[in-house]
């Protein structure tokens, strides 16, 4: 039977053991959010500030005007960040899925 043109093969097995190694990785150095130890929270709070997270995109300079070179460094440093981010709740996804589901009577 020929290959489906239209969905392409899921990932291998070492693909999903290496997302899976760096998910792991993602979480030993930076930890989970409520699990986080004092000098993984200091790096989290760090990259949320130079990460710009809790700043809109698009910011006007001193002189009123956009920026758009500021911008392009506030958007990569954002990329930075949501990236971490997103590494650690595909790391949650991953444990998630290796607790012993829960039975009904539970």
Do not use: C, W, Y
């Amino acid at each position: 039977m020929p290959e489906n043109p239209i969905s392409p093969p899921g990932p291998s097995p070492e693909e999903v053991s290496q997302a899976k190694r760096l998910h792991a990785a993602f979480v030993g150095v930076f930890g989970f959010e409520g699990r986080r130890n004092a000098d993984q929270n200091l790096v989290m709070e760090h990259l949320a500030k130079v990460g710009f997270l809790d700043t809109r995109g698009f910011q006007s300079g001193a002189n009123g005007l956009m920026d758009a070179f500021a911008d392009a460094h506030r958007d990569g440093a954002r990329t930075i960040a949501l990236i971490v981010g997103r590494q650690l709740k595909l790391a949650s996804k991953d444990l998630a899925g290796k607790k012993k589901p829960k039975s009904r009577r539970e």
